[in-house]
């Protein structure tokens, strides 16, 4: 307490208070490209514009085993449908496992290898599907 007695270090001390509160007021800033891209946790409207290029996406990567749709039966009956996954994963580490080429799910999935877009708009198509945004 005795730095307190030094000519400014009161002042000092209550604007670094005053600093921090400030901080924790300030409006948020910029969105990083992850929550601008729908990753960040942000429930903004999907776009349908990509959810179209996701249902591509679908279409060419997984709806050989999967249902792709919002009520169909998956030809593999033992691959979930789409609608179903995100309740069984985080759409943002699925989307990264999708672009680090990493295996999803169970040995007889193939490795995906996809770009951010691809990624990206294929979980937007899923949330499309599965009622979640």
Not at 45 to 60: M, N, S, T, Y
Not at 123 to 131: D, L, P, Q, T, V
């Amino acid at each position: 307490m005795k730095a307190l007695n030094r000519p400014g270090a009161f002042l000092a001390v209550l604007m670094v208070a005053f600093l921090q509160a400030a901080c924790q007021t300030s409006p948020p800033g910029p969105q990083s490209e992850a929550e601008q891209s729908g990753w960040g946790g942000s429930r903004e409207e999907l776009d349908p514009v990509q959810i179209d290029i996701g249902r591509q996406v679908a279409q060419r990567e997984c709806a050989s085993c999967h249902s792709i749709d919002a009520a169909s039966v998956s030809p593999n009956l033992s691959a979930p449908p789409l609608r179903e996954v995100l309740a069984m994963n985080d759409p943002e580490f699925l989307a990264y496992r999708f672009i680090d080429a990493m295996r999803v799910g169970h040995d007889e999935m193939p490795l995906f290898d996809f770009d951010v877009r691809s990624a990206d708009a294929l979980i937007a198509y899923i949330k499309s599907i599965s009622g979640t945004s």
